[in-house]
């Protein structure tokens, strides 16, 4: 199994805190069959720069000699104008792939610049753009159909498996995952304390209310993504 979206580098962004927190939730990962962690720390462009970004994130990937799992370097990039000054963002993407993990404003209300900006990004960079944790966003949560504008223009979605586990959130994201809405999953942890990864009871919920079917497509949408195929597209069904 992939976990496609996590905070396990130390040193770099609001996750890991040190080496020991790292494999602490390596540790955690393995113990739910992962595999295979795709790195994402934040990247600004605002606060710093692309390079500097990079050779950090991998030096602290190199810190992890120990990792029982692969670990594959990757960015959870801020969508901003200043991102458009790099001639290429290929080293924010997962490796050797197109995908790119995007973070949107959490705006209650999106105006035609995020979606130009998307645009952009498939366009210009020709990257896919993959919604980190699209059930967070209040533009979402006011207008589901939001979702398929963006799937509309080419991006692949992501909802953090903690939003399955949270009961408040539960019936809203199953909804989701069952019209099709949701491509692939991400544990999004980010520490041992507040913010660890819930994978495997997150996709029992998925199998006991929607089927075995919609945990196999997720999870192979996963490893497509990783390999740089594109996910299963799935039509999207109208639902209120
Ligand atoms: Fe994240």
């Known amino acids: 199994m992939i976990d496609i979206h996590t905070h396990i580098l130390p040193f770099i962004d609001d ?45 602290s990937l190199s810190l992890l000699v120990e990792s029982k799992i692969n670990l594959i370097p990757a960015s959870e990039t801020a969508l901003h104008p200043y991102l458009f000054h790099y001639p290429d963002i290929d080293g924010l993407c997962i490796k050797n792939t197109r995908y790119l993990l995007v973070e949107l404003p959490f705006d209650k209300k999106w105006d035609n610049p995020v ?15 993959i919604i980190a944790h699209v ?70 919920i998925v199998n006991i209310n929607l089927g075995a079917k919609y945990n196999s497509q997720l999870i192979e949408n996963a490893h497509l993504i990783i390999d740089g ?4 597209r799935k039509i999207i069904y109208i639902m209120e």
């Open 135 to 204: 059930e967070r966003y209040p533009a979402i949560k006011n207008n589901v159909r939001i979702i398929e504008k963006l799937k509309e223009s080419g991006c692949t979605i992501q909802l953090n498996t903690t939003s399955i586990i949270d009961k408040k959130n539960r019936k809203r994201v199953l909804h989701y995952i069952e019209n099709g809405y949701i491509d692939v999953l991400g544990s999004d942890c980010h520490n041992i304390k507040t913010r660890y990864p819930i994978i495997r009871d997150a996709l029992d």
């Open 15 to 59: 996750g890991a805190c040190d080496l020991n927190e790292a494999y602490e939730l390596i540790k955690l990962l393995d113990e739910q069959n992962v595999q295979t962690a795709v790195c994402t720390p934040h990247f600004n462009p605002t606060k710093v720069s692309l390079d500097e970004f990079i050779h950090k994130r991998d030096k």
């Open 229 to 232: 195929k594109e996910r299963k």
């Open 115 to 129: 979606f130009d900006m998307l645009e952009r990004l498939c366009s210009f960079y020709n990257v896919i753009p």
